[in-house]
């Protein structure tokens, strides 16, 4: 569900004509719904209230301040994976006590500030991890709560780029090892060690490889706790999938209530780490069509945003719906949408068949709002561009678009050169 329509023929995000946005900030932007935000996590957090749970969003969907202030507000925790992650929650307002840190490449300095902040608990992928961390909060003088994420050798049946759950991927710790780094976790004096967690891919559109892992999971708890590891938070991570195309995936509700099916009777707090679900579906990418170009092979329509301003097409082949702003009568081609980026992969729709877009309309790019603006770059000199926050009839911008100054702040000629 998602509050993007259409209006006498105009495209409206919640009770603001997305034209009205583009004529104060111009194309390319972002745009995403405030009202859809809340209601996806209202949903998403109802569908376990008969579970004691913590929803920690994936900061890596989308970091903007207002989104993660958004969010915080309605009492949802965060899931990071960097310092930069923790900055941004933290100068958001969020709860640091609600802050789980996952990634397997956290770097000292990142630790320390995360100990600092007074973060809940980390996610720990590999045993080296496990004696850096004791290390450094020794040397702070505080004990670190950990929890072991593990690898529970699970396929998600998703993109393999963003597959994380199989033995041959890089995340967590092999569940067939688990208990001898727990072991050692428990014996290391400055870690409290409170937790399991996984994460086993994105994008994943049915709840039973969920199920699969919870299942796995759960029989390493019982091992544990018979070692007297006392397991307090089970971390189910994120990975809930949308629709984007022709994908149905569970609603939050069906998914919510199969895990508690497979939770009953076992005492311990459970996390949940949604990105994409969240925040997906709630955002949209504006972009003027500048050109089109046709020849007996192929029809171009070359708009202003491209590869760097979204980058999930190029990166996975995703499939993303495109709407006009204003609905009219055009001719039906088999085009690709393009963008100005020197790179073939550039592109936003490939070889789809779809209204003959003219020169100066503005096109919707729908399910922008996870991923989008997070990975995008300034590849090919580009400033990256604004977000803009929508809710009922007014509209933020949340972050301006980027200058030309910005562009280059931090870079210096070295005097040999001067
Ligand atoms: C990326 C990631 C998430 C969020 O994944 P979504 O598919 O966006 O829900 C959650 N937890 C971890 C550890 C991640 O790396």
Redesign the pocket.
């Given at each position: 569900m998602h509050h993007f329509h259409y209006q006498s023929g105009e495209l409206y995000c919640e009770n603001v004509p997305v034209r009205r946005v583009v004529e104060a900030v111009g194309t390319p932007c972002y745009l995403y719904s405030a009202t859809t935000l809340a209601h996806h996590f209202q949903v998403f957090d109802a569908a376990f209230t008969q579970f004691p749970h913590i929803v920690c969003f994936?900061v890596?969907?989308n970091a903007n301040l207002a989104i993660l202030r958004l969010f915080g507000r309605l009492g949802a925790g965060a899931?990071i994976?960097s310092g930069g992650e923790l900055y941004r929650a933290v100068q958001a307002g969020m709860d640091p006590g609600k802050i789980v840190y996952?990634?397997v490449g956290k770097r000292p300095d990142e630790i320390r500030a995360a100990l600092k902040a007074g973060i809940l608990l980390f996610?720990m992928e590999s045993s080296q991890e496990l004696e850096l961390i004791n290390c450094i909060a020794g040397r702070m003088k505080l004990k670190a709560r950990v929890a072991l994420?593990i690898n529970p050798d699970i396929d998600a049946q998703t993109h393999p780029y963003?597959s994380?759950g199989l033995k041959k991927n890089k995340f967590g710790i092999d569940i067939d090892r688990a208990l001898e780094d727990y072991r050692r976790a428990q014996e290391l004096p400055h870690l409290e060690v409170v937790g399991v967690a996984c994460?086993i891919?994105?994008?994943?559109t049915q709840v039973s490889p969920f199920v699969d892992a919870l299942e796995r999971l759960k029989e390493l708890i019982d091992r544990l706790r018979a070692l007297s590891i006392r397991i307090q938070y089970l971390d189910l991570?994120?990975?809930?999938?949308i629709q984007y195309d022709q994908e149905a995936p569970p609603p939050p509700s069906e998914y919510g209530q199969k895990l508690i099916e497979h939770l009953k009777g076992l005492e311990c707090t459970l996390i949940l780490?949604?990105?994409?679900?969240l925040v997906g579906n709630a955002g949209i990418l504006v972009t003027k069509v500048l050109y089109t170009k046709a020849s007996d092979a192929k029809h171009f329509i070359i708009v202003d945003a491209g590869m760097n301003d979204l980058a999930r097409p190029s990166l996975y082949g995703s499939y993303h719906g495109l709407w006009p702003v204003v609905e009219g009568q055009r001719d039906q081609v088999k085009a690709s949408i393009v963008g100005p980026i020197c790179e073939t992969g550039d592109f936003l729709a490939k070889d789809r068949l779809m209204p003959a877009f003219a020169p100066g309309e503005l096109l919707a790019v729908l399910s922008a709002g996870?991923?989008g603006f997070s990975m995008s770059s300034n590849y090919n000199a580009r400033p990256r561009v604004p977000e803009i926050l929508v809710q009922d009839q007014d509209f933020y911008v949340i972050r301006k678009r980027e200058t030309y100054r910005q562009l280059i702040w931090g870079e210096s000629i070295p005097d040999f050169l001067k």
């Amino acid at each position: 569900m998602h509050h993007f329509h259409y209006q006498s023929g105009e495209l409206y995000c919640e009770n603001v004509p997305v034209r009205r946005v583009v004529e104060a900030v111009g194309t390319p932007c972002y745009l995403y719904s405030a009202t859809t935000l809340a209601h996806h996590f209202q949903v998403f957090d109802a569908a376990f209230t008969q579970f004691p749970h913590i929803v920690c969003f994936a900061v890596k969907a989308n970091a903007n301040l207002a989104i993660l202030r958004l969010f915080g507000r309605l009492g949802a925790g965060a899931d990071i994976v960097s310092g930069g992650e923790l900055y941004r929650a933290v100068q958001a307002g969020m709860d640091p006590g609600k802050i789980v840190y996952s990634g397997v490449g956290k770097r000292p300095d990142e630790i320390r500030a995360a100990l600092k902040a007074g973060i809940l608990l980390f996610n720990m992928e590999s045993s080296q991890e496990l004696e850096l961390i004791n290390c450094i909060a020794g040397r702070m003088k505080l004990k670190a709560r950990v929890a072991l994420r593990i690898n529970p050798d699970i396929d998600a049946q998703t993109h393999p780029y963003i597959s994380t759950g199989l033995k041959k991927n890089k995340f967590g710790i092999d569940i067939d090892r688990a208990l001898e780094d727990y072991r050692r976790a428990q014996e290391l004096p400055h870690l409290e060690v409170v937790g399991v967690a996984c994460h086993i891919g994105s994008q994943i559109t049915q709840v039973s490889p969920f199920v699969d892992a919870l299942e796995r999971l759960k029989e390493l708890i019982d091992r544990l706790r018979a070692l007297s590891i006392r397991i307090q938070y089970l971390d189910l991570g994120g990975g809930l999938g949308i629709q984007y195309d022709q994908e149905a995936p569970p609603p939050p509700s069906e998914y919510g209530q199969k895990l508690i099916e497979h939770l009953k009777g076992l005492e311990c707090t459970l996390i949940l780490e949604p990105g994409r679900v969240l925040v997906g579906n709630a955002g949209i990418l504006v972009t003027k069509v500048l050109y089109t170009k046709a020849s007996d092979a192929k029809h171009f329509i070359i708009v202003d945003a491209g590869m760097n301003d979204l980058a999930r097409p190029s990166l996975y082949g995703s499939y993303h719906g495109l709407w006009p702003v204003v609905e009219g009568q055009r001719d039906q081609v088999k085009a690709s949408i393009v963008g100005p980026i020197c790179e073939t992969g550039d592109f936003l729709a490939k070889d789809r068949l779809m209204p003959a877009f003219a020169p100066g309309e503005l096109l919707a790019v729908l399910s922008a709002g996870a991923y989008g603006f997070s990975m995008s770059s300034n590849y090919n000199a580009r400033p990256r561009v604004p977000e803009i926050l929508v809710q009922d009839q007014d509209f933020y911008v949340i972050r301006k678009r980027e200058t030309y100054r910005q562009l280059i702040w931090g870079e210096s000629i070295p005097d040999f050169l001067k």
